[in-house]
């Protein structure tokens, strides 16, 4: 009898753990790790192998920032510049302008794909920006366009059963439609055209531009969900407004922090009051490379996710973030 009941509490005891420990596990799965420029802390930013990298880390999300070729082809790469990322001064050092810096919008997508493109560097000293990073001008990597790599990432999820999104970002449209290029239109068509048409579909479109990210969802429709990226302490006065149209925002996470005191991080109002309006927080860059005020990456992520009480995160180090969160 004694036996039977120590068995049964010991059994209700691992129940109560087990259930225990999955609500617990639910409770952090919830955070959404996006894999930023692909698992760009190992390999070259933005390139296929970059992104093929992330994928197996299991992210939540994989980021493609789009700037648009001279024959409208969405080019997956961070900037509207060609310079910093690939060799494009040896290949076609005459298509330089007159501000010294080579644009991808000059270039079609036959011309892109003759460049190689490498780790991240300063183009006036040549110098590696993160030089614990892959190695610069080794291997052997090429620009893509961003249908490519929705089909990696759609065909991947095919082959293992996952269901891993895309988080496209639009850059500077004001500068591309001084340029006659609506990229907005173009990349919310291909999106449509790939089945990413709602907030269902496992895609979060976002954008630094306010206006064009309101166009988005008030002149062009967009049923999608949209993330307002923050660049300015400034904006974060405006989330009222952001509310009437993106479901989130993505600040700098050092609009999120205030100071520390006596080992205490205090925060800004910025998680809580978007929290009020029902968007999320998705804060950008982690960075086990780049700690600044922290002492370690685990302490950034707690302080930020546990603390701080923000949804997700951009990461360059998509594995460490999973293992954190018990992904
Ligand atoms: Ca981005």
């Not at 296929?48 to 299991?58: F, I, T």
């Not at 005191?261 to 998680?271: A, P, R």
């Not at 990456?297 to 930020?304: A, D, I, T, Y």
Request: hydrophobic fraction near 35%; include cysteine; aromatic fraction near 14%.
């Amino acid at each position: 009898m004694l036996f039977n009941k120590s068995k049964v509490y010991i059994l209700v005891l691992l129940v109560f753990l087990s259930c225990n420990n999955s609500t617990m596990n639910k409770e952090k799965s919830k955070k959404i790790v996006i894999a930023h420029r692909g698992a760009s802390g190992y390999l070259p930013e933005h390139t296929m192998e970059a992104k093929a990298m992330a994928y197996a880390m299991n992210p939540d999300y994989i980021e493609q920032d789009l700037v648009l070729s001279k024959d409208d082809v969405p080019i997956v790469i961070h900037d509207i510049y060609l310079d910093d990322v690939t060799n494009v001064a040896q290949i076609y050092p005459d298509k330089k302008r007159e501000d010294g810096r080579y644009y991808v919008i000059d270039f079609t997508f036959n011309e892109l794909q003759q460049l190689q493109v490498t780790e991240r560097f300063n183009p006036k000293t040549e110098k590696q920006f993160y030089p614990k990073r892959f190695p610069k001008g080794k291997g052997s990597f090429k620009l893509h366009s961003f249908q490519q790599e929705i089909e990696l990432i759609q065909g991947l999820n095919y082959s293992t059963g996952k269901n891993i999104g895309i988080y496209p970002e639009i850059k500077n449209p004001e500068f591309h439609r001084q340029s006659g290029k609506n990229i907005a239109k173009i990349v919310l068509e291909i999106l449509a055209d790939y089945d990413y048409k709602t907030k269902e579909d496992k895609c979060i479109f976002q954008c630094f531009d306010a206006n064009e990210l309101e166009r988005v969802r008030k002149e062009l429709k967009s049923e999608l969900f949209l993330v307002q990226l923050i660049e300015y302490p400034e904006e974060t006065t405006q989330l009222a407004h952001f509310a009437t149209y993106a479901d989130g925002i993505g600040p700098w996470y050092k609009q999120i922090l205030d100071s520390k005191v006596n080992e205490v991080w205090k925060f800004t109002s910025l998680v809580e009051d978007a929290h009020k309006l029902g968007l999320v927080v998705h804060p950008y860059t982690y960075r086990a490379d780049q700690l600044e005020e922290f002492a370690s990456f685990n302490e950034m992520m707690q302080v930020l996710f546990y603390e701080a009480n923000v949804d997700g995160g951009f990461t360059d180090f998509p594995d460490k973030m999973v293992s954190f969160l018990f992904k």
